[in-house]
């Protein structure tokens, strides 16, 4: 059965920082590409970075230079470091697990909520 299980939410204050954190179990985990997605209250679902089999990263232009997307392979766990955190950051974070072939399998996680306070 693959679990992906996001934890690290909760409130902060404008400034701070969270470490969000997923799980991962059932996949082979070092051949899946893992993206982090937030969707405000009222808004889409959005992609804000993702870390590919390689190690290679990307991010939103909303969180350039302040997040961090990491892996440990050892630990089958994927890590979205945020800092400088604003407002607009609020939002339910999902972890997304995607094998990058034609027809591959995609897997979500339950979602974490982040809520950043002015």
């Known amino acids: 059965q693959v679990q992906l299980v996001e934890s690290g939410g909760g409130l902060v204050q404008a400034g701070g920082s969270l470490r969000l954190s997923c799980a991962v179990s059932g996949i082979h985990f070092s051949i899946h590409i893992y993206t982090w997605y937030r969707q405000a209250p009222g808004k889409e679902r959005e992609l804000v970075a993702f870390?590919?089999?390689?190690?290679?990263?990307n991010y939103a232009d909303s969180v350039q230079g302040r997040f961090t997307i990491s892996r440990d392979i050892i630990k089958n766990t994927v890590y979205l470091q945020m800092n400088s955190l604003n407002p607009e950051d609020t939002g339910v974070y999902y972890c997304n697990a995607r094998r990058p072939i034609a027809g591959g399998s995609e897997y979500w996680g339950q979602g974490t909520q982040v809520t950043v306070s002015s």
């Open positions: 870390i590919n089999a390689g190690g290679g990263t």
